[in-house]
Structures are given as C-alpha cells and as structure tokens.
C-alpha cells in the first residue's frame, strides 16, 4: 500500500486522484508544509511525498508519472511519440497554470511579509486567463479529454490548477473549460480523493 503524505488542500490531491483513477490502496498521511512529518519524507519540507515500499518520492507530477507509468494507465506509453506530446502538455500546464498560481501563493501568504510584492497579482491573473484562453482552444481540437478520448496525467493536472485558480480567486475560466472541469470532478475518482 503507498503512502502519501501531505493534505488534501495541496498538490497532494493530484496523488491522490490519480491513485483513486488507477485503483490502488493508500494512506493519507496528513502532514503541513515544512512540519517533521513532511521534513522526515522530504528534507525540504516540501508536500507531496509518496512512500512506496523503500522508496520515497518527490514532486507531485514526478509521483504521477511515476504511477502511471508503473501502473499503465492514464498515460501514452514512455517513449512513443504520443507520450511526447502528452509531457509537452503537462510541462506547458506547469510552466503556464501552476507556475502562476504558486507565485501568486508566495506573494499572497508563503513569502515573509517583506518580500512579498502583492501588485505582482493583477499580471499574474491576467496571464493566466490568457493561458486558460489557450487552453480552451487546445481542448476544442482535442476531444472529450486534453489528450483525447482517453483521460490522462494532464486533465488531472489541469483540473487541480483550475480549482486552486478557483480558490485563489482568479478570474472566471472560459465556458468550455469551466464544462471540462466541472465533468472531471464529477467522477468517482475524484470525489474518493476529495472525500479524505
């Protein structure tokens, strides 16, 4: 049974999720950012970690990867042209998506006060409007899932970045990814994950 440690409110819930889709037993072991539980998994006290067997990882879209690759599912196969295109998304989402939203997270509550620059939040929600624009122009071409008819790595990865920009209060998503998100956490998978 793997071990993941972390919260559900974090990156940790892409972890969970994808181990929900994938069928596979876990724990949640509920640990905060830089506390002694997620220092003894990560000496940077950085969430998530997961716990499988010996091995402990790091990174939640390392983890997924991970898992996918290890369990077949929600991923093209490693090496094959299709699984180049599918990291090409989920770098882009992480580059375009998360990027953006864990800056707006350091500069709203993560960064000590004098180093925080809360003007920085106005671009940083522009842009990422922009990039979810994008987005919705990439699914239009795409099918019911980012990557196709399939659900894969980046439609979890994507759907996690469009609910913290919820949360965070970031502008509205355009119509067709608001549908795509609100379908995606519509499945069991993810209400299990959320249920923790």
Same mark, same amino acid.
């Given at each position: /049974?793997?071990?993941?440690?972390?919260?559900?409110?974090?990156?940790?819930?892409?972890?969970?999720? /994808? !181990?929900?889709?994938?069928?596979?037993?876990? =724990?949640?072991?509920?640990?905060?950012?830089?506390? &002694? =539980?997620?220092?003894?998994?990560?000496?940077?006290?950085?969430?998530?970690? $997961?716990?499988?067997? #010996?091995?402990? %990882?790091?990174?939640?879209?390392?983890?997924?990867?991970?898992?996918? &690759?290890?369990? @077949? @599912?929600?991923?093209?196969?490693?090496?094959?042209?299709?699984?180049?295109?599918? &990291?090409?998304?989920?770098?882009? %989402?992480?580059?375009? !998506? #998360?990027?953006?939203?864990?800056? +707006?997270?350091?500069?709203?509550?993560?960064?000590?006060?004098? $180093?925080?620059?809360? #003007?920085?939040?106005?671009?940083?929600?522009?842009?990422?409007?922009? +990039?979810?624009?994008?987005?919705? @122009?990439?699914?239009?071409?795409? *099918?019911?899932?980012? /990557?196709?008819?399939?659900?894969?790595?980046?439609? %979890? !990865?994507?759907?996690?970045?469009?609910?913290?920009?919820? *949360?965070? *209060?970031?502008?509205? !998503?355009? #119509?067709?990814?608001?549908?795509?998100?609100?379908?995606?956490?519509?499945?069991?998978?993810?209400?299990?994950?959320?249920?923790?």
């Amino acid at each position: /049974m793997y071990r993941v440690i972390g919260t559900v409110k974090s990156r940790a819930f892409r972890v969970l999720w /994808m !181990l929900e889709e994938l069928g596979q037993p876990y =724990e949640l072991v509920e640990a905060f950012p830089r506390s &002694d =539980e997620a220092t003894k998994f990560n000496p940077l006290g950085k969430i998530p970690a $997961l716990v499988d067997g #010996d091995e402990v %990882l790091t990174d939640s879209v390392a983890i997924m990867t991970y898992l996918a &690759d290890k369990h @077949g @599912g929600l991923t093209a196969p490693a090496g094959t042209p299709e699984r180049a295109r599918q &990291d090409a998304v989920t770098l882009w %989402l992480i580059d375009e !998506l #998360d990027a953006l939203l864990w800056t +707006n997270s350091k500069h709203a509550f993560v960064l000590p006060e004098n $180093l925080r620059v809360p #003007d920085i939040s106005a671009t940083l929600h522009k842009e990422f409007a922009r +990039n979810a624009e994008t987005f919705a @122009g990439m699914l239009d071409q795409s *099918g019911a899932f980012i /990557m196709g008819d399939q659900i894969t790595l980046p439609d %979890l !990865l994507a759907v996690h970045c469009f609910g913290w920009a919820f *949360g965070a *209060g970031f502008p509205p !998503l355009p #119509d067709g990814v608001k549908a795509y998100s609100k379908r995606l956490r519509a499945r069991p998978a993810f209400r299990a994950a959320a249920d923790h």
